[in-house]
C-alpha cells in the first residue's frame, strides 16, 4: 500500500517536474491564450461542470455534509461565470516572468540584475470550494508554474473536471496538458509521499484547517508556507476620530465574520472607553454580535460577557467578539504581541506618533492606519488575486499573489569579466 | 537526555524570541554603535580571542585535526583584524528594516506599500570556520534579526568567545545581551529540538555538508534555507570569442578551485572544440588541473581520462576539471538541465540570441554572460556580504544578504475607509 502511494505520488511529480522547462519558458502571449481558451471551456462546457458537481452534491447529501458545507460546493451558473471572469482577471495581470529589477553596474564593469523565474512544482492542498481549483491553477499557470492540485475529496468530481478543462486548454495552445494535473485520490499517503519529493516538488502550499496545516509542516521536506489563523485586531487610540473608530470596528466584525481577515479582539484606549463603548456596542448587539469584555468592558457594558483568557488568542470566525480596554498603545502593542497571530492589525488613530509607532512596532502581515482589517486580502491590496495568505514570514508574508509564486536569480552581463 | 535537550532549546529560543520586539525596533544608530563597539572589542581583546583559538588548537591537534582543517580554524592578527575590518563593511551597509517600497494609492484612496521587518529568531548551524560567528552575528544583528549560533565543536572556545564580545557590545550600547546567544553544545539532540520550535525559532540556516543539511531539513518543521552543492558549468558557444572563453574557463575552475562557485564541468560547442581545447587544455594542465572528458575529448585529446556518467554530477571542489563537446545551445541547456544542481552557469557568446536564450532558460541561482563563474558571491553582486547561497528557490535564491534576512509586511495608510 505504502509502496504504491509513493509510486503515485512519483508518477504525478516527474510527470510534472517534466513539464516545468516548458512552462517555464512559455511566453506571456501562448499563457494567456491557454487562460483565454479556459475562460471559453468553462462557459461553454458547463453542463459537463453541473453534471461533476451533480455527483459531488449527491454524495455530499447521502454523507450528510452540513449545509454551509453544501453551499460551498455548489456550483451554478452565476459561479461559474465568476470562475471564467477570474481568469480573464489573470489574463490582465502583468506576467512577472522574465521581469529584471535593480540592474545595477558594478565598478568591475559587470552588470548585475535580478530577474523573476517561476518556483516549479507546486502542490497546493486545499479544501472543499471547487472554485480554489480554477483560481489557483490559472494562478499557477501565468506565473509559469506547475501545479499539483489536491482538492477536498466533497469535490472530487467537480475538480476532475475543472482540471480537465485546464489541460485541454493548455494543448488546445501547444503547451503540455502535463503542465496542470489533480492529485485524484483520497489516499493521504499519497500527499505524504509528495510533500517529500525534494527535487520533483518546489512549494507545497496546505490551504485549510490548522491540523492539515501541522501535519504537513511535519511530514514535509519540501518548503510549505503556511497559513495560520487570524486573530485580527483594531486598536482605538486615545487620539481616534470615534465616528471613524466605530464604523471601522463595525465593518471589520461584521461585513463577513466567517474570513481569516475579520477581527475578533478590539482594543480601546482607556481614556475614549466610556465615550466609544454607547456609541459602538449597540450596534453589534443589533447586529447580533456576542460580546466578551475584560473587566473594564463588563463595567461598562453589563450585557457584555467576562472573557477568559482563552478569548484572547481565539479566531471565532463568528459574530463574536473580545474587547479589552488597555491603558495605552505600549499596552495594545503588547497585547497583540502575546495574542495576535500575526495576520492584520489595525490602529484608528489622529495621532501622528501613534500612527508611526503602530506601524513600525506592530510585524503582522498587514498592518493598517484608519482603515478596516477586511483589506488585507489580494484583490484590496492590488495584486490582482490571491493563492492564500501566509502567516510565516518566510518567501512571502500576507497574501501571495503572481509575484510571490516567483523566485528571482541573479542575472550577470560581462564583456570577459574573471576573478583576480 | 531527551527532555534535557528540549529544556535547553526551549530555553535558548524563549531567550531568544523575547528580544525579537527589541531587536526588530532598534534604530541604526543603535545597531550600527554595536557593531563599532564588536569591532573595536575584536582588536582590543585579541588576546582572548587567540587565548581561546590556542584550546581549540591544542584540541585540534589531539584529535588529529586535518591540515586543512586545522588552518581553518587558526586565527591570528591578520584574521581577527579581517574580521573587525568585516564588521565595520556590515556598518557602512543600508539598513534594510523600515525601508518601504512599491507604496501605490488604490482606487478608493489607500495608500498600500510594503515595509521590510526582520524575520526573527534565526538558527545558523555551521562548521569550524570562527570567522563565519562574527559575519552571521554581525549581519543578524544589522538586520535586527536574533541569532542562535551553533558552531561546530572545532572551534567550540573560539566561539565562545566571539559571542560573548558580541553580547558584550549589544550590552554597552543598551541592547539586551541576550540578542545573539551560542548553541553551546555538541549534544545534536539540541539542535534537532530547536529547528522544531514553531513560533519561537523563525528559520533555520544550515552551512555544511550535504548529510548536515538533509538531515536538518528531514527534523525541521521551522522553515529551512538550504545551500546545497555547486556543479557550475560554463559554455562555450559557437560564436563565442575563443581568448575569452579561455580565460573564463580557466578563471572559473583555477583560481579557487575549492569554493561552490568554481567551475566542475566545461561545454564546448561542437565547432569551437577543435580551436579551443588545444588552447586552453595546456593551460589546465600546467596549472595541475585533471581533465575528464566525453569521447569527443578524448579524440580531441588523448591525455584526457574518459568521464564516468557520475563525474557529470560530481562537486569536485578540486583541480579536476569534466568536459564535454555539445552540438549547440539546445544541448547545452539540455545538459545543465540534467545534471545542474542549480547553482552557477555561464554561457561565453557573441551571439545576441544565444546570450537571450541562456539567460532566460537557464534557471540557476547566477547566470551569467562572458564572466567567470566566480562572481556569484555577495560581495562580488553588491550585497556587500553574505551569509550563504540558497540553491532553493523558496525565500531566496543565491547569495543571502542583509535583504534577505528580512521579510515585507503590507503597510496601509487609510483614511477611514471600510469594505463594502
Redesign the interface.
Known amino acids: 500500500m505504502s509502496a504504491t502511494a509513493a509510486q503515485v505520488a512519483d508518477g504525478l511529480a516527474s510527470t510534472a517536474a517534466a513539464c516545468r ?1 516548458r512552462l ?2 512559455a511566453t506571456t502571449e501562448e499563457k494567456n491564450a491557454a487562460l483565454l481558451a479556459l475562460s471559453r471551456r468553462l462557459v461553454e462546457e458547463r453542463g459537463r461542470i453541473l453534471e461533476a458537481n451533480a455527483k459531488d452534491l449527491d454524495a455530499g447529501q447521502a454523507s450528510g455534509l452540513s449545509k454551509a458545507l453544501m453551499d460551498r460546493l455548489k456550483l451554478d451558473d452565476r459561479r461559474i461565470n465568476a470562475m471564467a471572469e477570474g481568469v480573464r482577471q489573470i489574463i490582465a495581470l502583468p506576467d512577472p516572468i ?1 521581469a529584471v529589477d535593480s540592474l ?1 553596474r ?1 565598478p568591475n564593469g ?1 552588470q ?1 540584475g535580478r ?1 523573476r ?4 512544482v507546486i502542490c497546493i492542498i486545499y479544501e472543499s470550494r471547487p472554485n480554489v481549483t480554477v483560481d489557483a491553477g490559472a494562478l499557477c499557470l501565468k506565473s509559469g508554474n506547475v501545479p499539483l492540485l489536491k482538492g477536498g475529496k466533497e469535490a472530487f468530481h467537480s475538480n476532475g473536471v475543472l482540471v480537465e478543462l485546464m489541460r485541454e486548454s493548455l494543448a488546445e495552445v501547444g503547451l503540455p496538458a502535463d503542465g496542470i494535473q489533480a492529485v485524484a485520490t483520497s489516499d493521504r499517503a499519497v500527499t505524504d509521499e509528495l510533500v517529500q519529493l ?1 527535487g520533483k516538488v ?2 507545497v502550499i496546505p490551504r485549510g484547517g490548522e491540523g492539515l496545516i501541522r501535519h504537513i ?2 511530514t514535509a ?1 519540501v ?2 508556507i503556511q497559513h495560520y489563523k487570524g486573530v485580527c485586531h483594531v486598536y482605538v487610540d486615545a487620539d481616534a ?1 470615534l465616528a ?1 473608530a466605530s ?2 470596528a ?3 466584525k461584521v ?2 465574520p466567517g474570513v481569516c481577515n475579520a477581527m475578533e479582539t478590539l482594543l480601546i484606549a482607556r481614556p475614549v472607553a466610556q465615550t466609544l463603548v454607547p456609541q459602538l456596542f449597540p450596534r453589534f448587539e443589533e447586529a447580533g454580535v456576542r460580546l466578551r469584555g475584560d473587566r473594564a468592558i463588563v463595567e461598562l457594558w453589563p450585557s457584555a460577557e467576562p472573557a477568559t483568557d482563552e478569548d484572547w488568542g481565539t479566531e471565532y470566525l463568528d459574530l463574536v467578539l473580545s474587547v479589552a480596554v488597555v491603558d495605552d498603545i505600549d499596552a495594545a502593542i503588547a497585547h497583540i ?1 502575546t495574542y495576535g497571530s500575526g495576520h492584520t492589525e489595525a490602529i484608528v488613530t489622529n495621532n501622528y506618533a501613534a500612527s508611526q509607532r503602530f ?3 506592530v ?10 482589517t ?3 486580502d489580494g484583490f ?3 495584486l490582482g488575486a490571491e493563492i492564500g495568505i501566509s502567516t ?4 512571502a ?3 501571495m499573489g503572481l509575484e510571490e509564486l516567483t ?14
Chains 1, 2 share one sequence.
Open positions: 522547462a517555464a519558458a522574465g545595477v558594478r559587470l548585475v530577474m523565474i517561476p518556483l516549479g525534494e518546489d512549494l509542516t511535519a521536506t518548503p510549505v476620530d471613524t464604523d471601522i463595525f465593518n471589520a461585513q463577513r504581541g506601524m513600525r512596532e510585524n503582522s502581515s498587514c498592518v493598517l492606519v484608519n482603515a478596516s477586511r483589506f488585507n484590496e491590496l492590488g510565516t514570514k518566510m518567501h508574508y500576507g497574501p523566485a528571482r536569480k541573479f542575472v550577470v552581463f560581462g564583456g570577459g569579466q574573471i576573478r583576480t
